[in-house]
């Protein structure tokens, strides 16, 4: 089993990133997706997920009208497109399986985690 996610790096305050979380090992499309992130001395926080069909998302007050998730489900991959992006969005990313059909906004819900990729927001 296995979640790499990608796409990380450095933005300037209102710039884009697109993070990618490709999937293997699992059926993918049985799982819902979900994207949380920690910054340094805070605790892990759900960001946004995707349910199996990618018909209902879910998303964080912080990131509303900003952060938009989709999947391929033909590639086992997730993205997680960042517009507006300001210094508080800079975290490590990760992104988790959950079984279910709805996306959980509790980490502990999720049964695979990926690695994780630092976003830094900064001028």
């Known amino acids: 089993v296995q979640l790499q996610a990608s796409g990380g790096g450095l933005a300037r305050p209102g710039e884009s990133l697109r993070l990618a979380c490709k999937a293997s090992g699992f059926p993918f499309d049985d799982y819902t997706i979900g994207w949380f992130r920690q910054a340094p001395g805070k605790e892990r926080e759900f960001v946004i997920g995707?349910?199996?069909?990618?018909?209902?998302?879910t998303d964080a007050e912080s990131v509303k009208g900003r952060f938009t998730i989709s999947r391929d489900i033909a590639k086992n991959t997730v993205f997680l497109q960042m517009n507006s992006l300001n210094p508080e969005d800079t975290a490590v990313y990760y992104c988790?399986?959950?079984?279910?059909?709805?996306?959980?906004?509790?980490?502990?819900?999720?049964?695979?985690w990926g690695q994780g990729t630092q976003v830094t927001v900064s001028s």
């Open positions: 988790a399986a959950a079984e279910g059909y709805y996306p959980s906004t509790y980490y502990g819900d999720y049964n695979y």
């Open positions: 995707i349910s199996r069909s990618g018909d209902t998302t």
